[in-house]
């Protein structure tokens, strides 16, 4: 199994720490780097083994057919990974096409 993100989800990390840092989430820029990068190894090494709902037709615009999977960080905040699977030589392949977290995405699911 094999875990993919499209090349959008991979800067929107990038982002995430700045985001973080500079609306006062965080009080260093150390702590919000290793925030997303957290995140961002916790989506790839476990989505695979994590419980996936079909995601709403109102994230259709990021991909048909998704599933999503919910990544709790702390008690404010879950994150939403959605993504599809493909088969690829027999192997399963998770490609992360959309993340978003519950103060954004709650009230669609």
Partial sequence: ???????EVRYYFKELAEILYKNDYFGFEE?????????FNNIANTLPIRVKKIAPSHFDRYGKDMFYAVFPKNKQTQWYVFFNIYANNGE??????????????????
């Fill in 1 to 7: 199994m094999r875990v993919l993100f499209l090349p």
């Fill in 31 to 39: 702590t919000a780097i290793q925030y997303a990068e957290d995140l």
């Fill in 92 to 109: 399963k392949v998770y490609l992360v096409r959309y993340i978003s977290n519950n103060h954004v995405t709650a009230q669609l699911l």
